[in-house]
């Protein structure tokens, strides 16, 4: 049974940082791709990042190019998002998940197989 669960969300003001972290239980992390997802109120859940089973692949939505970073420590069984510049928008719940088909980094909700509970972020005006 593969199990993920995320800490380091919290409340920020716009302009702040925060950083998730997704602990995967499991010796087979280091060979799946992972995935950052969130989902705003009254709105469906979205892709952020993803990073392939090596780092080689990473990808991002438009929406947080450039403010945040995907990355993750294979012998720690942990994958990060380090999101800076928040802004009021980026509130959400933070989803991580796992593909088994670790080689890409993917998009889709349906391609990941295993889900985490989530973590609220909150950025404040």
């Known amino acids: 049974q593969v199990q993920l669960v995320e800490s380091g969300g919290g409340l920020v003001q716009a302009g702040g940082s925060l950083r998730l972290s997704c602990i995967v239980s499991?010796?087979?992390?280091?060979?799946?791709?992972m995935g950052w997802f969130r989902q705003a109120p009254g709105k469906e859940r979205e892709f952020v990042a993803a990073?392939?089973?090596?780092?080689?692949?990473?990808d991002y939505a438009d929406s947080v190019k450039g403010r945040f970073t995907i990355s993750r420590d294979n012998a720690k069984n942990t994958v990060y998002l380090q999101m800076n510049s928040l802004k009021p928008e980026d509130t959400a719940v933070y989803y991580c998940?796992?593909?088994?088909?670790?080689?890409?980094?993917?998009?889709?909700?349906?391609?990941?197989?295993?889900w985490g509970q989530g973590t609220q972020v909150t950025v404040s005006s």
């Open positions: 499991g010796r087979t992390f280091s060979s799946y791709a």
């Open positions: 998940a796992a593909d088994s088909q670790g080689w890409a980094s993917k998009r889709l909700l349906a391609d990941y197989d295993y």
């Open positions: 990073i392939n089973r090596i780092s080689y692949l990473k």
